[in-house]
């Protein structure tokens, strides 16, 4: 279970921010003009990405974070997979905790147990598609790195599932956009991890090999690949080019 409490990320405004909020006479503003806090310290002016979130994600649980863009959605799953520092907060994982601003704890992003698929794929360019799948087993510390056999056996599982086992040895950059997102989930689930955070699914027209909904297969991959585990899902989701959706 991921328990997210009182979250906060700020940043230093702009220029073109701080410019436009005093032409205003408010807060600053996000794209598409969502209203940030702003707070004025001895250090100086912050703002506000994300301001005291608090949600849980239960085992097996699929949960959506929904609004429009430039809200936060991003920035809250980057904060939570360690690629950003929040301000202050806490997260947890399970009866672990993985970040704590009060206590001074935040344990790097690759000691998490998470996976994430990014919105811009964050595909290596110069590799295969098989060795992007295989990058995070291949750079784990030695004592918890598989076996060579056993990385080929993961990758190449992964790859069947999600349709790609054909262009392992392509090189990533010669596949379609939606192949590309596909080798992105394939990466985030080779690693097994105990909670899967997507940024931004894919939209259907993506040619991602299912008629159902691209969340829905999403799910379906993630649950052959790591079946009986009980992982959870945590998915930012734009309102304004999606239906609403629940947990």
């Not at 906060?8 to 405004?13: L, R």
């Not at 085992?59 to 202050?88: I, N, Q, W």
């Not at 992007?132 to 510390?141: A, I, K, R, T």
């Not at 959870?232 to 959706?245: D, F």
Request: net charge positive; proline share 6%; hydrophobic share 40%.
């Amino acid at each position: 279970m991921l328990t997210v409490e009182s979250l906060a990320k700020s940043y230093e405004p702009t220029a073109a921010a701080s410019r436009r909020a005093r032409r205003n006479g408010d807060g600053a503003a996000g794209k598409k003009g969502a209203a940030r806090r702003q707070e004025t310290t001895a250090a100086g002016t912050r703002l506000f990405a994300v301001d005291d979130i608090d949600f849980t994600v239960e085992d097996g649980e699929l949960f959506t974070l929904l609004g429009p863009s430039g809200c936060g959605k991003t920035t809250t799953l980057r904060s939570v997979a360690g690629l950003e520092r929040p301000t202050h907060g806490r997260v947890t994982l399970g009866e672990r905790v993985i970040f704590d601003a009060e206590h001074g704890v935040n344990v790097r992003a690759n000691k998490r147990g998470l996976g994430m698929v990014f919105q811009s794929y964050a595909i290596w360019p110069h590799m295969s598609v098989f060795k992007n799948v295989s990058f995070p087993l291949d750079v784990m510390p030695r004592v918890r790195r598989p076996a060579k056999e056993e990385i080929a056996r993961r990758v190449h599982e992964v790859l069947d599932v999600i349709e790609l086992g054909p262009y392992a040895r392509r090189p990533a950059t010669n596949l379609s956009g939606g192949q590309q997102r596909r080798l992105a989930l394939a990466r985030a689930l080779v690693t097994q991890p105990d909670l899967m955070l997507l940024s931004d699914p894919p939209d259907q027209q993506h040619d991602i090999p299912s008629s159902t909904s691209v969340t829905n297969w999403c799910v379906i991959a993630v649950e052959a690949c790591l079946p009986d585990q009980g992982r959870g899902y945590a998915l930012a989701v734009r309102s304004e080019t999606r239906p609403a959706m629940a947990r």
